[in-house]
């Protein structure tokens, strides 16, 4: 009888585990291939789009300008359209009549957020900006739309609180004497202050670092949320065992404003007394604990951290770019810049500072503050949304659950609504009498159920913030110099870093 000793057993044994192993990760490739050839495969009904590359579907062609390349898309698939974003069977929405009727006709139906992996991983679906439709979101929306009008915009005082904002703003400006600087950290400390005094009932100062750090990393996350990496992780969630990838970064952004968000929450809920808040995080808290024998109750200290940071960078992102867009054009387009002076002269007369109710007496500050909004198109593809049902839509059938995306951009360069929408234009918010006139296709704070909860808060700041500065300054750019007008891509379009001098101007008053 022949003995089999180790030596020889061994070496058959190792190859025979590796093949098992080979054969397993064959099986396992198979598997996950054809799942994922499966996933790509357009619903039944569905609507028509461009041909998707295997695997990877159509995710690289959103790498660069993805609202134009997505309106350009529709003007051949037509205004409701597919992608596939690896798997993600996706709807684009394009022109004013088509997101109105999605998003105006079938509210409910379209008022839901993808189940993406990154939403999931960042605020499991939680909070309230990337909430899932449904009591939790009710709820969140409800508590936030009560604090914003109690501790905010429906305050007589909160104007005065933002007009005194505006004041530190400008006063700061004028520290640079009228030399180049680049206005984007001055304005988002600015803006995201005014979110502040709602949430926390405070202000940051302009040289506090921590903040100020806190929002830049959030900012950038911003920008992140939309990259090739980001949509490669929504498709294939495994590479967030890869240890490189802009994705790793978002990550490592999420997890320190998340630290920073808690600290200052405990530090500005000190010394609270249960049902005499002062600001949203005291609101937040006393629904907390009024509801924590409520198992249903989705108010907890994590979606409190949540919706407190999708408040703050919701507020401060979207109002900082359209200020620095309007700072960028003003420059670019002295008449334009000049006509603003005139009419602020005529009705802030004796050099008083505006207050909301001057916001009818200068249609033409509303005008340009509207093709800016318009044309810079602040987020070009709103925030995803998904559908919380079946949804038919121009003969097609959308199941529930789709991820939908709503090209803003293609309702402002609509050429059905707006007459040469390529040209920057403030005429054509006013009438040939210059009164302002509302325009119909003018959604860039959305529509329906999910439209922006801050649009109220925005336009008053806007307003105060934009006629402030032109009161007191006249925007130029150094000499020799002109920046681009192309945008930095992201979540929302923002202007790229530029270099401007506010020269302090002498107010001309009516008959002078
Ligand atoms: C010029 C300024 C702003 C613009 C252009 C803007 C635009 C938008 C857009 C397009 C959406 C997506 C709505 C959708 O899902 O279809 C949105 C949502 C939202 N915005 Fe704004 N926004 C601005 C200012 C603000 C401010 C000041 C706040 C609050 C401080 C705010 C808070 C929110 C919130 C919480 C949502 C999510 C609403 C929900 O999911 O229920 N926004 N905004």
Known sequence: MVSLTAASVVPVSCAMALLGVGCLAAALLAFLLVRQLVKQRRPPG????????????NIFSLATEPHVFLKRQSEVHGQIFSLDLGGIMTVVLNGYDCVKECLYHQSEVFADRPSLPLFKKMTKMGGLLNCKYGKGWNDHRKLACNSFRYFGSGQRLFERKISEECMFFVDAIDGHKGKPFNPKHLVTNAVSNITNLIIFGQRFTYDDRDFQHMIEIFSENVELAVSGWALLYNAFPWIEYMPFGKHQKLFRNATEVYDFLLEVIKRFSHGRVPHVPRHYVDAYLDELEQNSGDPSSSFSYENLIYSVGELI????????????????????????????????????????????????????????????????????LGIFRATSQEAKVNGYTIPKGTM?????????????????PGVFSPQRFLDSSGNFVRREAFLPFSLGRRHCLGEQLARMEMFLFFTTLLQRFHLQFPPGTVPTVTPKLGMTLQPKPYS????????????S
């Open 46 to 57: 569905f609507p028509p789009g461009p041909s998707p590359i295997p695997i990877i579907g």
């Open 313 to 380: 960078i919701a507020g401060t992102e979207t109002t900082t770019n359209t200020l620095r867009w309007a700072m960028l054009y003003m420059a670019l387009y002295p008449n334009i810049q000049e006509r603003v002076h005139r009419e602020i002269d005529g009705v802030l007369t004796n050099g008083r500072a505006p207050t909301l109710e001057d916001k009818h007496k200068m249609p033409y500050v509303e005008a340009v503050l509207h093709e800016i909004l318009r044309f810079c198109n602040i987020v070009p």
């Open 404 to 420: 939908v995306i709503t090209n803003l951009y293609s309702v402002h360069f609509d050429e059905k609504y707006w007459n040469e």
């Open 500 to 511: 401007i001098c506010a020269v302090r101007r002498q107010q001309k008053f009516p008959g």
